[in-house]
């Protein structure tokens, strides 16, 4: 057989399942076969992956990729993305504007310059972008969209965004019931709790990021969460709930799984498991919601462990540290963490003893499914992009903002010591990373449009 890339001498993570010591060949951009260790292959190139884990290439479901430097986002944090193993990023937009041009312009942007691939989730925030979605969503490959529940009044003013109330979210979940493979990821906070316990927290707190979570507390999220997953039900819509950071929120969401399984979705991010706001440097650590406290961390652990939790991503901010200098109430929010994603979580997860394949399912194939990237992404099928993330889960590096390859300089986990970091990350064939430098070519990245989900 004769393939353009080898990948040999590696164990093939089979994500959910296990681990296959295999050889994997790529032609033409596609996975063209697994074969039995050893088989004789013709290859132009032979990585060898002795000693490593061989995943199919991960993928970030949750970023911001244009929060900071804008359009040049699509290459610094895909280049990013790509050193620290991630192949595909989802990345959020938020505009009020006409829905087919905001998302357009974004695909534009980012069209022919991405050192790995991206695809889009606008949010909806208008009667017209309501409207318009079903069109979007087959015309431009977007099944998946945000709401935020939090932008009330004039909170989302700041970001040109019209304030929403229960009746526009019930009229979203209605359209999403009546359009088979559409998906709304929602933020869930109570925002006129917020706004009632902003001001206490301000007074009363020690200006730390402590104060940041006593403003908005876990059952602030929690009755969110619950209102909404009772919305969704009622208007038979399913339901993907983004970044759930706590005991409270993630025990709505294991009710609401067992009522209707395969119609709700729970995500958290990796430093609601690996960063409380007790211990997280501050204000750097602020982030909506916000990090919360030890019990949390364990209960979500339980929640990967048992499927509450179906997908992990970082919720990559890419701001400049400068933007959160000051008290912690003028600070940003968010902070990136594409690039850790891989290392810090599997690096937690196999240490709490959690099966590396279940894990790696969090950031492949369970992603590709929901988001209609399967079976393109997330998996090493035949026929698959030849996307690879090869991990080495011995090797232990010390995580440095500075080698990210960020627009961002910063990092929550500067100086945190990690394995499972990635030794080559392959996109369709090419290897775009490798050792921690990005050595594909600007451009070899693009726009994925996506199928109809995998929900219904
Ligand atoms: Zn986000």
Redesign the pocket.
Known sequence: MRADLLIKSGEVVIPGQGLWPADVAISDGKVAALLEAGTSVEARRVVDASGRLVLPGVIDA?T?LTLGPGGDGYESETRSAAIGGVTTSLS?LLDSGDLTEVVQRDIDAGGGRGCGDYGLHPALVTDDQLAAFPDTMDKLGIPSFKFFMTFRGEEGAYMGIPGNDDGFLFRLLRMVAGLPGSLPCVHAENVEIIWALGPEAQRDGDGTIRDWDASRPDFVEAEATRRVLYMAEAAGAPIYV??ITCRAALEAVREAKARRPAMVFGETCVHYLSLTCDTAPSPMGKVNPPLRHADDVEALWEGVADGTIDVVGS?H?CRKLASKEGDIWKATS?FPGVATLVPVFLSEGTRRGLDVASLVDKMTSAPAAIFGLAPRKGSLMPGADGDVTIVDPEARKVIRAADLGSFSDYSPYEGRQVGYTASHTILRGQVIAEDGAYVGKPGVGDYVPRTRTGVR
């Open positions: 949750h911001h959020y983004v970044h919720d901010v968010g």
